[in-house]
């Protein structure tokens, strides 16, 4: 019926019915990778296919090459950025906000994503341990981004000292791994909160005395 009136109105002005609007090459793109994060999350980066990605997003292996060159190599960094954005964009650095409640807010979201777990937390675990060069250095600058802004809540910059650095990498290290444990042990997040904001500042402090 809907479809009659729209032609209806079409003949009476004297214009053809609208094609859909063609997603710009940046759109599609990212439409791509959305639909590959869940296929890549439930396989695991060694062991998606191109077929996967394919009939998840609904479309040709050869349309995927169109956007994706070297095939199963790009949709993997492409999925790994795409989680890394998810995971560390929104992290809080204004200094117009409390400490307490930044830390509370960045670590509670993060606790949340692990609790799920969610499909960007996953990839982003999987990229972690993965032999890949390529996906550990994607995801590798957004542990770096994450450092800096750690950094830059607790010290003031975002370019913390040799020791203070380390510090942070091994407490990122310490953070996934609990977050893992605590989902796999049904720990309640109330829980693992204090735990983390309290490692968190105990390593700091023995990192700048």
């Given amino acids: ?7 209806s109105r079409a003949s ?13 090459r940046e759109a599609r793109h990212e439409q791509l ?11 695991g980066y060694a062991g998606f296919s191109l077929d996967d990605v394919a009939a998840g997003a609904d479309v040709t292996r050869n349309l995927l090459y169109h956007y994706f060159p070297r095939g199963r190599a790009d949709v993997a960094l492409a999925v790994a950025e795409a989680a890394g954005h998810q995971l560390t964009d929104e992290w809080i650095t204004d200094e117009s906000i409390p400490l307490a409640e930044r830390l509370i807010a960045n670590n509670g979201r ?20 993965s032999t890949d060069p390529e996906l ?4 590798d600058r957004f542990v770096e981004g994450v450092i800096a802004a750690i950094s830059l809540n607790h010290l003031g910059t975002e370019r913390p000292p040799p020791l203070a650095r380390a510090a942070l ?15 796999a042990a049904s720990t309640p997040p109330e829980r693992i ?9 105990a390593a700091m402090r023995s990192a700048t005395s």
């Fill in 136 to 139: 550990r250095e994607t995801m």
């Fill in 110 to 129: 993060m606790i949340e994503h692990a609790m799920e777990p969610s499909v960007a937390w996953r990839l982003y675990r999987q990229a972690r341990s």
């Fill in 169 to 183: 990498k091994g407490y990122l290290a310490f953070f996934g791994a609990v977050l893992d444990e605590a989902r």
């Fill in 1 to 7: 019926m809907l479809e009659r009136s729209t032609r």
């Fill in 193 to 201: 909160l204090p735990i983390l904001n309290e490692t968190l500042a």
């Fill in 33 to 43: 990778v959305a639909a590959a994060m869940p296929v890549v999350a439930e396989r």
């Fill in 12 to 24: 009476a002005t004297g214009r053809s019915p609208r094609a859909p609007r063609r997603l710009s």
